[in-house]
């Protein structure tokens, strides 16, 4: 395996009819960690492990 910096880019939506959110994270835990104490729930989330780095990708919820 090769030493390439990645992110995990995760896309949410809360319920059926929004709101949509995306957040990057450098760690797996870290998202694990905020999927343990989110207590707004989930419709669905997808996680992709992408190239590069999160810096200054800002996270947001629409």
Known sequence: MDDQEF???VSYQRTKEGP???M??????D??????NDTAGLHFII?????GSPEGLPD???
């Open 7 to 9: 992110y995990y880019d």
């Open 20 to 22: 949509v959110g995306a």
């Open 24 to 29: 990057r994270r450098s760690k797996l835990e």
């Open 31 to 36: 998202v694990a960690e905020w999927l343990k």
């Open 47 to 51: 996680i992709l492990r992408m190239p």
């Open 60 to 62: 947001r919820e629409v």
